[in-house]
């Protein structure tokens, strides 16, 4: 081999490894969030979601009671038994 061939093989292999490293570092030196961490994120907000939607009666029954004087009603609509009653 010449002098020249090794001189451009060298130069070409130079080439592809700042090739490769431009590719690595093709988002700007930003890193990508892992799809893991996004799964993690749905799974935390529908957690959230699904304890908001579960509090939200109970939250809104006193209001409820106050604004409608259901107060002695809402224990039956629970199923629980007035103090004293008698089911028969």
Known sequence: MST????????????LAADADQQ???GGGRR???????????AFVAL???AGFRAAPGVL???LEEEFW???????????PEPGAVWG
């Open 4 to 15: 020249a061939d090794e001189a451009f093989e060298a130069t070409a292999a130079l080439d």
């Open 61 to 63: 029954m006193v209001p």
């Open 70 to 80: 259901l107060a002695a009603d809402s224990d039956l609509e629970c199923g629980q």
């Open 32 to 42: 990508r969030i892992h799809p893991a961490w996004w799964v993690a994120l749905v």
């Open 24 to 26: 690595r570092s093709a």
């Open 48 to 50: 959230i979601g699904a």
